[in-house]
């Protein structure tokens, strides 16, 4: 008797382990065709302003003739999937003018593999308490932000601005000429927000976060702002374009049924934005697509 109680417990053990190999396999590709895509084909203007959504969080921002990359992230694990093809790697980037990173998550500072770029120099802008982290990985150029701090760089000004996530993050205000952009990362909608349309009273570009994670375990608790209320900041701070990012994320078949749970895409947000806040354009772009303003 106690023989068959063991045979079947051990049965059902492996029965599970069986399902959840199944589960934890991953929704989408872990290599994506790669497509190298010609951003450099115009030569920069000092008053453009040229996007370009590499995927997830990673976007290029070219401003004030500097090109500015925002929370990269270039390579994939378990539990951690682009969901859509990106448009550029780490090997086939334009020169970079800095790198702004929000927080230290792996989909948003994915150091391991950005470590490659030959320039060792190039300018980081991170929160307080990164700053070892990027120079242990060879850039030597790292400038540490609290909220409201700013750096200047090569006439590009660059503010930090306040966010909250699972982790301490920040988010950026970029000055450049008369133009400004705001780069939200991955932060909650939260009232500290509410002082950037007192500090930027004209914004050109706003790029927000709008699949609304939350957390399964943590009786789904929220850690990034959804499409409605990315929408609603957009109603506070006026951005002449909006454009969501962040929203395409998969954990993979477990962590999505089990763990993580969204609230919120890309077509949700210009929709709600266009009753929300009808002063601002919306722009959705696929990978690689390039979104010039004039």
Same mark, same amino acid.
């Given at each position: ?43 920069? %203007?000092?008053? #453009?302003?040229?996007? $370009? &959504? ?8 070219? +401003?004030? *003739?500097? /090109? ?72 030597v150029n790292v400038n540490e932000l609290e909220p409201w %701090?700013?750096? #200047?760089?090569?006439? $590009? &000004? ?8 699972? +982790?301490? *993050?920040? /988010? ?80 993979? %078949?477990?962590?999505?049924r089990f763990v993580l749970k969204y609230d919120g895409n ?29």
């Amino acid at each position: 008797m106690k023989h068959l109680k063991f045979t079947t417990i051990m049965g059902i053990a492996l029965l599970l382990q069986s399902c959840t190999s199944q589960l934890l396999a991953p929704t989408v590709r872990e290599n994506y065709p790669r497509k190298k895509y010609d951003w450099e084909s115009t030569s920069p %203007q000092a008053d #453009t302003v040229k996007l $370009v &959504r590499i995927g997830h969080a990673t976007t290029l921002i070219e +401003v004030g *003739e500097k /090109t500015i990359l925002t929370d990269p992230w270039f390579s994939e694990k378990k539990g951690y999937y682009h969901g859509e093809p990106i448009a550029f790697t780490q090997d086939n980037l334009p020169a970079l003018s800095m790198v702004l990173v929000s927080h230290h998550h792996y989909d948003h500072f994915d150091i391991e593999t950005f470590k490659t770029y030959p320039n060792k120099d190039l300018p980081f802008i991170v929160p307080v308490g990164m700053g070892e982290k990027v120079k242990a990985a060879g850039f030597v150029n790292v400038n540490e932000l609290e909220p409201w %701090q700013f750096v #200047t760089i090569d006439e $590009v &000004r660059v503010t930090a601005c306040p966010a909250e996530h699972k +982790v301490k *993050e920040i /988010t950026f205000m970029i000055e450049a000429g008369n133009r400004v952009v705001y780069f939200g990362g991955d932060t909650k909608l939260i009232p500290e927000l509410n002082e950037i349309k007192i500090r930027f009273p004209k914004i050109d570009l706003a790029l927000l976060s709008v699949n609304g994670l939350q957390i399964r375990p943590l009786f789904n608790k929220q850690v990034v702002m959804n499409a409605t209320e990315a929408a609603a900041l957009c109603a506070i701070i006026k951005p002449e374009v909006a454009v969501p990012i962040h929203y395409n994320f998969s954990g993979g %078949q477990f962590k999505d049924r089990f763990v993580l749970k969204y609230d919120g895409n890309a077509r949700q947000f210009a929709d709600s934005v266009a009753v929300k806040a009808p002063q601002t354009r919306t722009f959705i772009l696929k990978t690689g697509d390039i979104l010039t303003i004039h």
